[in-house]
């Protein structure tokens, strides 16, 4: 049986909320898997925006071409 971060109380090991302070004493698988899926989803625009960067920068050192 977990104890409470917070008030030391012992609650059922699948306990979410403490039953005796209320307070939060584990996350939610969901939460977790949302929480996973976000940082996936931020780290891909990370990139994307590393590499428009990048190719923002070439473009800009890239000498322009006249036409005759």
């Known amino acids: 049986m977990p104890s ?4 030391t109380r012992d609650n ?4 979410i909320v403490c039953g005796a302070c ?4 584990a996350v939610p ?4 898997a949302e929480r996973d899926d976000l940082i996936r989803k ?4 990370r990139d994307e925006l ?7 920068e070439r473009l800009l ?5 006249r036409s005759p």
């Open 50 to 56: 590393l590499r428009t960067r990048a190719e923002l």
């Open 12 to 15: 059922p090991a699948a306990a």
């Open 4 to 7: 409470c971060p917070f008030c």
């Open 42 to 45: 931020r780290d891909h625009v």
């Open 29 to 32: 698988p969901s939460l977790l």
């Open 22 to 25: 209320g307070r939060d004493i």
């Open 61 to 65: 050192r890239k000498p322009a071409r």
